[in-house]
């Protein structure tokens, strides 16, 4: 059975947009910015046999604000900058709708998740999904994933009170939640 980690990309991978970016959203290249240890993460665990597949929201495109093509442009340009530094990601799953949308993609429904192991013929029950925030961790409760919170995003600590779904794990960041994979797979 393939070892797999699903990731979200805004304040896990890259610095989370919302409140200083023109729309709060990653929209040009220059707006994304690598997490400090997150690219040494990645490659940690692709070292380590993981097959890392990154979920998602980026509704900003549905709204105006910038082109699938332009989504797709920053996506390849993280994926370089990831391969460069040793790493690799198996598969990038974007949803591009509005929570008005009503989508079955849109975290924290599950769809991408669903596309994901049906695409790559993976098994989601029981895999990780690190994220940041709480739909994030609705989405990969629903999935029937082992849920991680990092707290390089937009969440506080403080907030995780009030949620009805806990994580199952809460770290620093993506390096953190990375050793810990780790360990639990030996």
Not at 49 to 76: A, P, Y
Not at 122 to 147: M, N, P, Q, W
Not at 157 to 162: H, I, K, P, W
């Amino acid at each position: 059975m393939k070892k797999v980690v699903f990731i979200d990309r805004d304040g896990v991978i890259n610095k989370d947009p919302g409140g200083w970016t023109k729309h709060s959203y990653v929209t040009r290249w220059k707006d994304f910015h690598f997490i400090r240890g997150a690219k040494a993460a990645i490659k940690l665990l692709s070292a380590n046999g993981f097959d890392l597949i990154v979920i998602s929201n980026q509704g900003g495109v549905s709204k105006g604000f910038f082109t699938e093509r332009k989504l797709d442009s920053i996506n390849s340009r993280m994926l370089k900058e990831i391969r460069k530094s040793g790493g690799m990601v198996k598969k990038t799953y974007y949803c591009v709708h509005q929570s008005s949308d009503e989508c079955d993609c849109r975290k924290p429904e599950i769809g991408m998740f669903k596309r994901a192991a049906k695409e790559l013929g993976i098994r989601i029950k029981g895999s990780f999904f690190i994220g940041d925030g709480k739909v994030d961790v609705e989405a990969g409760h629903k999935a029937g994933l082992k849920t991680i919170l990092v707290l390089s995003g937009k969440t506080p600590l403080s907030d995780v009170d009030e949620w009805s779904i806990k994580p199952d794990c809460i770290f620093k960041g993506l390096a953190e939640a990375a050793r810990f994979i780790i360990e639990s797979h030996k």
